[in-house]
């Protein structure tokens, strides 16, 4: 019998890869937007689910290197 099984990992693993903190993937899951369940003491989130979760939120991820700190300075000087 052949079978297809979904590898699953904790939060702690999940949030060592980044870029997600363990408080930002339990306010995802709390919300909604990210779905995994409990087994034992552990919350479990399926490598699937975390991969789709990671494609819908890198829109939301926006990168705060040194181009964009001189342009919120400059923001910052314009508005002043």
């Known amino acids: ?3 297809h099984y ?3 990992e904790t939060i702690q693993t999940l949030s ?3 870029p997600f903190s363990r408080t930002a993937i339990y306010n995802a899951l709390n919300s909604g937007a990210l779905s995994g369940f409990k087994m034992g003491r552990r919350t479990l989130i ?3 689910e975390w ?3 990671l494609a819908e939120s890198v829109t939301a991820l ?3 290197g040194p181009a964009t700190k001189a342009r919120v ?3 910052h000087r314009a508005a002043a």
Do not use: L, Q
Request: charged share 25%; aromatic share 14%.
């Open 1 to 3: 019998m052949s079978g």
């Open 6 to 8: 979904e590898k699953f």
């Open 16 to 18: 060592a890869e980044g």
């Open 46 to 48: 399926g490598r699937a």
């Open 51 to 53: 991969t789709r979760f």
């Open 62 to 64: 926006v990168p705060y």
């Open 73 to 75: 300075a400059a923001n």
